[in-house]
Structures are given as C-alpha cells and as structure tokens.
C-alpha cells in the first residue's frame, strides 16, 4: 500500500492515472472527456437520467485477484471517489488488433445505433451485464438498459444486439489482468494514520488552497473523529444526490467525506432477527438481500433508478436525505426499521419512524451520522406488501409509494402499520389508517373510513407529479389492494 495526498490516483487500462490540482467536486465524467479525452463518454442530462455517460468502475474483489465492476454514471460521480478504483470507459473495449468487443460488433450487425449519441452508454450498461452474467434473458438486458434512453434506434434492435453478442461467450469478460497489480498498488490504506501522541489523522485525497478537502477515511473511527472536529462537512455515499447538487444547484461543499472506502461500513451483519445495512451497502445489494423475504420491496428497488444508479446508492443516503417522495423509506418504516446513529464514540438507536422532524429534517445531530439501517427480518404470521404507483413504469420518481405490515389472525387485521411517501413533507407512517385497519377483517373495511382517515392525516395539496385528487385516491386502493389479496392466514 502506498498513499499519495492531493493526487487522485485510478486504473485506467493498465496504467495508472494521477490526477492532481483537481477540485473535490470535479465529475468523474468531467474528468474523462477534458484532461483524458475520452470523448466517447457521453453528457446527456448531467443528473443521472439518460444514461449517455455510463462506465464501468472496478474494485479489487474480496480476494484481491481479480475486480468486481458496476455500472456507474459518470456525471454525478465525484473524481476524488474513483481514488483505489479502476475505470473502464467505451474506449477500453477495442482490442490491440482493432477487432471490437461482442456487444459492439453486434450493435453494429444489428443496426442498434443511429445518431449514436447514447450507443456508448448502451455498450457499457450491456458489457457490464455480460460480465457477470453471460446468458441474461430478455427481460434482464431491458431490466439493464432502464437507464439508458435512446431516441431514435428504438430498442429492439438493441435488445437484439444483446442477444447476439452472448453468442461469442468467450469473448465478453474485459481482459484486465494488468489492471489487477495495478490496484493492488494504489490500494487505500485500510487502517487510519495516527499522529505521534496517537490521535486520528484523517489524510485528504484533494486539499485546496483554501483548506477545503475531500477525503476518503478507512474506518468507522476516522469517519466519526473528523465529523466531530468538522461538523458542516458533506457526507458522501453513492452520490446520486450529491451529484445532483453540485451539477444542477452548483452546490460546494467545504468538507467532502467519503463513506465508500469503509469497509465496515460496506458489510451487512447478519443477526436472528435482523440485517444490519452498512451505510454504503449499495441498492443492488440491498435488492438481493430482501428478494425472497420481502418480494414487493425488492420489486420498488428494481424501479428504484436504474441499474448505475442503484449500484452506488444507498439506504442510508435515502433516508439522510429525506426526500417527500423518497422510495425505500415506506418499505422500511412498515417492517420496523430503526437506524444505528453514531456520534464520536457513542451510538444511539432510532425508530426510522421517529427520524423526520419536518420536510428534509432530522434528529440527526452535528457530527452524527447513520452507521447502520436495521432491518427486523419476516416474524411468523406477518403479510408484507407494498407498491409504488409512478407514470413510468422504471427510472421515474413515485406519485406514491405504500407499504404495509399486518397478522390475519382469526379472519381480522393485527399488529397493522402502515407508510407511504408522496403525501406528507416527508415519508411517514398513517396511524389514522392502522387504526382503521386494526381488528376488522379485512372485508369489513370501507373505504369510506379509510377516505376520512386520509382526509384527516394529511395536508391536501396538489404536486408536480400528482394531483391530491389522483394521490388520495391512490393512497386509498393500495390498502385495499393489499388487504383484499390476503385471502389467508400466513403461518
Ligand atoms: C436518476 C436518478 C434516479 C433516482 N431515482 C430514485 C427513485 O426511484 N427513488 C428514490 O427514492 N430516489 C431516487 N433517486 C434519489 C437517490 O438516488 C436516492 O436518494 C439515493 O438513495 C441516495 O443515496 P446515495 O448513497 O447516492 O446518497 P448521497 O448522494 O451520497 O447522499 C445523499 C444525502 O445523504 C447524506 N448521507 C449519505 N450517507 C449518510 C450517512 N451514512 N449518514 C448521514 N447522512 C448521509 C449526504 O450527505 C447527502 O446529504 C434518484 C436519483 C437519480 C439521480
Ligand atoms: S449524462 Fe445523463 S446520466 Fe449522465
Ligand atoms: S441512437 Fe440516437 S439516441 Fe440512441
């Protein structure tokens, strides 16, 4: 191991990269097309929507040998960030004797490219999906593309292209083997730099002139000493909020702390009755981990953005940023998650529930920071539903997204709880509605208690995305939905 300060350093097709006299919050994206003039990547949208600057960033995998790739968009990501990390942009994939990779000699072959403008990005979704899976169904390429628009091809010559590039199997791994020693080389420290009288020194990745830095701690202890000597600094996790504000409100922030260096914080422990997220535990982790005890959770995170965007983004940075219309919070609030708060040396335990104070604000304290989201496994008896209703169906943000938990115990509803997003200033829980459910079976509920329920719990206010009219009357039908479906007791 060896660490450069104020030199971000990445792999980039067997060499290394150092970037240096970059600002903190220069776009990875930025990066590639002016000082390396990778012009192949594309900035269609800079916020994370069209897909157009899509490349594979890579980290040594748990053994060290080889490297795990997800698809990132490279316009919301920061620079600094890829620091220990490889890159593989459209340019990598032609081989030294011109021939191209499977997926864009198919593109080719089947006409999956007009004007081009998005084909790069289209390349990198489909040959990181080739990487781990080899022979994807139909369903799993369009599952993959959902972040990538394209306006003039159409899609299926590009679903084809898909399908006739898994024909040469051989040729779809990306040959990195002199990437590996490489990562090896500039790896990050995995333990922090003490001083002499053996306090925490936290080394920056990028200082400025003016003082402001970005840096990359290796432990939980790092993150928690600097957040309490530097309070106002911007925790950064998977960065498709972070991103967006410095792209779109040219936001600059003093201190940038990255989480994603933390490997204790990259683990989920696995207790008898709950899972304990990390807080840089990605969405597409997150999504695997919920799939066969909560189906209708692992289906609003496979709507939740698009494959780039769940592969960094997290739980954790969900909930901290606390969006009205934020998709997992419902999920979590109904299954009873509480969060694993850390301040300095001292943690505390909150209901997700009891987070929000008010529209984006918390209980969160200066300094504190969520280091886990604890997630109370399935317990006998217990129905868990939800859905999101949003206009398109994939990469687009919820009119409203409800969850519910209940027992069906001698025909009646028990133990009900009930959340939704999209119809409060921030996601909540409806204890208007649970009462309502609470000990009736679940024919006996009217929808007229439950209209006056909702009536009496919310602030009727028309949105961008939705009317009131369209969100009440959404909000309403989904309990009916998930109680009407649950003919019987579940043991
Ligand atoms: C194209 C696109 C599509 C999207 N689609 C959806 C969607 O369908 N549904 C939805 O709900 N959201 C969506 N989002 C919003 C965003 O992806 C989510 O809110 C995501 O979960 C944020 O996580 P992150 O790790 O990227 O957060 P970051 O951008 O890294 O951070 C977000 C905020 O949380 C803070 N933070 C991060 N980690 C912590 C921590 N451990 N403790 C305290 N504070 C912390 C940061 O300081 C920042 O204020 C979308 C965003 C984009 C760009
Ligand atoms: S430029 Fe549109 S997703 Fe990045
Ligand atoms: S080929 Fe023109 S946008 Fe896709």
């Known amino acids: 191991m060896s660490q450069v300060t104020n030199t971000v350093r990445f792999v980039l097709d067997g060499k290394i990269v150092e970037a240096q006299g970059e600002r903190r919050t220069t776009t990875v994206l930025d990066y590639l097309r002016e000082q390396l003039h990778r012009t192949g990547t594309k900035e269609g949208c800079a916020e994370g929507d069209c897909g157009a600057c899509v490349v594979m960033v890579g980290s040594l995998n748990a053994s060290g040998k080889g490297v795990d790739y997800v698809p990132v968009n490279s316009c919301i990501q920061l620079l600094p960030s890829l620091d220990g990390k490889s ?69 299926s010559p590009i679903l084809d292209a898909a399908s006739k590039a898994c024909e040469n199997k051989a040729a779809l791994k990306l040959d990195d083997a002199a990437d590996v020693p490489l990562l090896q080389e500039i790896r990050r420290s995995a333990t922090p730099t003490l001083s002499l009288e ?137 299954l009873g998650t509480t969060l694993t708060l850390r301040c300095g040396d001292k943690t505390r335990t909150v209901s997700l529930d009891q987070f929000y104070t008010g529209q984006k604000q918390t209980v969160l304290k200066a300094g504190e920071f969520i280091e886990a989201v604890v997630l109370p ?62 000990g009736k079976a679940p024919a006996d509920v009217k929808e007229s208690d439950l209209d006056a329920a909702i009536a009496a719990s919310f602030v009727a206010r028309d949105g961008l995305r939705a009317t009131w009219a369209y969100r009440s009357l959404v909000a309403r039908n989904l309990v009916i939905d998930f109680i009407e479906q649950q003919t019987t007791e579940v043991a």
């Open 377 to 438: 496994k399935p317990q006998a008896g217990q129905v868990f539903r939800a859905h999101k209703v949003s206009k398109r169906f994939e990469q687009d943000i919820s009119a409203t997204c409800a969850a519910i938990t209940y027992t069906l115990k001698g025909g009646k509803l028990s133990n009900v709880k009930l959340a939704y997003n999209g119809l409060a200033p921030s996601p909540c829980r409806a204890p208007k509605l649970e009462a309502v459910l609470e």
């Open 198 to 334: 053996g306090d925490i020194i936290v080394q920056p990745v990028v200082r400025t002139r003016k003082g402001n830095e970005f840096v990359s701690p290796a432990t939980i202890a790092e993150v928690a000493d600097y957040l309490v000597k530097h309070p106002t600094s911007t925790l950064l996790a998977g960065s498709t909020e972070v991103g967006l504000q410095v792209n779109k409100q040219f936001a600059r922030p003093d201190h940038i702390v990255y989480l994603g260096n933390v490997a204790e914080l990259k683990q989920v422990k696995d207790t008898p009755n709950a899972w304990h997220i990390g807080a840089v535990v990605s969405l597409t982790e997150v999504e695997g981990l919920v799939a066969t005890a909560y189906p209708d959770f692992a289906e609003v995170l496979r709507r939740f953005g698009s494959p780039p965007i769940r592969s960094t983004a997290t739980l954790a940075g969900n909930i901290a940023n606390g969006s009205p219309i934020g998709d997992s919070m419902p999920c979590l609030m109904a």
């Open 87 to 155: 890159v593989k942009t459209v340019e990598s994939l032609k081989k030294a004797d011109g021939s191209l990779h499977p997926v864009q000699q198919a593109m080719v072959d089947c006409h999956g490219s007009q004007c081009g403008f998005c084909t790069p990005g289209i390349v990198m979704s489909l040959v990181n999906l080739v990487q781990v899976n080899p022979a994807p169904k139909r369903q799993e390429v369009s599952d993959a593309l959902s972040g990538n628009l394209c306006r003039c091809t159409g899609y």
